[in-house]
């Protein structure tokens, strides 16, 4: 009995579905369970999905939804070390999740071909991220946020070659590539933004100068490289490279007044690896 799963499934992937496998002159569709190195969350490591949608007139759609846990365990670790008021109740644990989605235009040079070529994407990033809990957890120890939720937009790109590992049709089609994506702030809320008047002039102004929510974000960099297999209806991705989280403005401003006791620190380069795995419905 315990057969019967197993061989429904590998029928379901020999069978044509509503979509299509490269060369096909069908869109192509494909959904892929998603692990990303996060080194800024609590636990490295963000889990979630991605869809994908490439179409025959050079069209490409991506979503991935992320989910990580923050903060770090070096930053709880001196949070509990100094609530405000010092008497507060601390709880054992200031974990909170954290959702981000990664929402994806392209227009996309062969999307859907396997013939042996070069491949581009050039399109538009826009990040959605948001905390659940985050409030909840550091607000009774001083330590609410400035904000919970944030928008970013910029320009996304990669270039490579694609090309099948052999010559017969039902050959894995392998496509590399180098990519680069900037996203930058547009606008922030939530968390101290949306408490109160106080929090709000707290969180944007910085002696004399009063900044937009947008001003709470840095921009996002990276850069990576790429490879994508598919072979019939099943997909496998591996990215590697690097990202670069700019100081906001406000943190900026912060750093240069003397009436904060914060340092000016770079952020630093962060290496950047996701893994994916997946089928082409």
Known sequence: MRSKP???ALA????PAFAGVPGEDKPVVSGLATAVYDADARDPLAIGGELRAAFP?????RGRLLHTRTPPRSIEDFMRANPEPSDAQVPESLAYSRWESRLQAFWS???TERETGPRVRAGALGVIAGTSGASRRLGPIGWSPDYTASFQLGPSAAVGWATPLRDTPEAALLDVRLGGSLAMPITAGGGRLSISSEDR???LTVDDDVFSPSGLLGRESRAWVEG???HRRLIFGLEVGLEHNARSAVRRAR???PNWNIEDTPERVAPHAAVQFGLLF
Not at 12 to 15: E, G, K, V, Y
Not at 57 to 61: N, R, S, T, V
């Open 6 to 8: 197993v061989a429904l």
């Open 12 to 15: 379901l992937l020999a069978t």
């Open 57 to 61: 007139f050079d069209l490409e759609l």
């Open 109 to 111: 040079l062969d999307a």
């Open 201 to 203: 002039a707290f969180a």
């Open 228 to 230: 994508t297999l598919i």
């Open 255 to 257: 750093a240069g007044s």
